[in-house]
Nanobody
Framework: QVQLVESGGGLVQPGGSLRLSCAAS???????MAWYRQSPGEQREWVAT???????NYADSVKGRFTISRDNDKKTVFLQMDSLKPEDTAVYYC????????WGQGTQVTVSS
């Protein structure tokens, strides 16, 4: 069973930055990978995708503020989050694009003054 371990979350003030990491237990080289997030009482939503060829897509709500990247050798996906807003508060998860693998525990991001 594939394991995904997200890390890097925390408490940050509005306008601040965080860098999330997601380490996979298997190769990600040929998979489009994505970040998702879930706020309390809300459905999990897609945030960003990076293809094996490093093509990137973002949800409109994060476009221009978040940057997704990947390191295939380290089997790791990253999410650089800048200009954070209170509405970015959520548990962040990574998975393949389409969520083919089991979900990890996620990492909590809280944006608050």
């Amino acid at each position: 069973q594939v394991q995904l371990v997200e890390s890097g979350g925390g408490l940050v003030q509005p306008g601040g930055s965080l860098r999330l990491s997601c380490a996979a237990s298997v190769s990600i080289t040929f998979n489009p990978m994505a970040w998702y997030r879930q706020s309390p009482g809300e459905q999990r939503e897609w945030v960003a995708t990076i293809t094996p060829y490093h093509r990137k897509n973002y949800a409109d709500s994060v476009k221009g503020r978040f940057t997704i990247s990947r390191d295939n050798d380290k089997k790791t996906v990253f999410l650089q989050m800048d200009s954070l807003k209170p509405e970015d508060t959520a548990v962040y998860y990574c998975n393949t694009d389409g969520a083919a693998w089991s979900w990890g525990q996620g990492t909590q991001v809280t944006v608050s003054s």
